[in-house]
């Protein structure tokens, strides 16, 4: 069993949240549960799923057979999501009890809305009530821009920790980390490096400092985020690159390699909304 040291990122409500884990989008659930496992051998302890992606069962599996390496579920962070179909009064707060179930725990660690569309002030209202039951530890947003953080901010009762935002070095979505930092909201990166976009993986930038420090340019990319002070959950099912993935907390890029990523920022987005 692999032991990785992953910084752990104070939330405002004073939970932690490891910064770095596992995106499990797009994995099938028969395949989700050994992926799961694999990267928990490796060091990985934080999960990210959501109920549109059919895998939480899985999930919660997998993190029940790692009894079996001397793990507990306080050992784990588990991140779930409800989606929009689920955003009305009373609606959301039932999925938050099937989540439970499928997850086959007591409590979420993080529960996000998926998209700011629909009724998500209700939606939100009862993520609250959840919260208020001890079912979830800590709730956020996900793909909101800052006037949907704005609408949030204005009308809840307790904070959101986290928004989960498209976010790479060809789009650092500097407004909302900007309006996220001032009102004490973590920011997490999906498609850390932009979906796999080749153009910007084999940068030169990228090859440089990935020759320099003897790692892979996706492995640079996923460095800056860390430096960054983001939250990142990279998605693999490849073992190689569940390892590789990980193995980022062993050097450091200095300020100038920061600067020169900072400047590939063209507010390229893969996923419009």
Known sequence: ????????????????????????????????EEVCLKAIKLGYRH??????????????????????????????????????????????????????????????????????????IAAYKDMEEAFSEGKVKSIGLSNFKENNIKEILNICKIKPVIDQIELHPYAQRKGIVKMC????????????????????????????????????????????HIQKGFIIFPRAKNPVHLEENINIFDFELSEE???KIDGLDKNKIYVSW
Not at 17 to 27: C, E, H, S, T
Not at 75 to 90: A, N, P, Q, S, V
């Open 181 to 224: 930092e001032e009102n004490g909201i973590n920011v997490e990166a999906w498609y850390p490096i932009a979906h796999g976009d080749k153009n910007l993986i084999n940068n030169s930038i990228f090859t440089e400092m990935a020759k320099k420090y003897k790692k892979t340019n996706a492995q640079i990319i996923l460095r800056w």
């Open 257 to 259: 390699e920061m600067k």
């Open 47 to 120: 999960i990210d799923t959501a109920q549109i992606y059919g895998n939480e069962r899985a999930v919660g599996a997998a993190i029940k057979k790692s009894k079996s390496f001397g793990l507990e579920r306080k050992d784990f962070f588990i991140t779930t999501k409800i989606w929009i179909t689920d955003f009305e009064k009373g609606k959301a707060k039932r999925q938050v009890d099937e989540m439970l179930k499928r997850l086959d725990t007591n409590y979420i660690d993080l529960l996000l809305l998926h998209w700011p569309k629909n009724n998500y």
């Open 1 to 32: 069993m692999a032991k990785i040291d992953i910084p752990q990122i104070k939330l405002q409500n004073g939970e932690t949240i490891p910064q770095f884990g596992l995106g499990v989008y797009q994995i099938p659930e028969r395949e989700c």
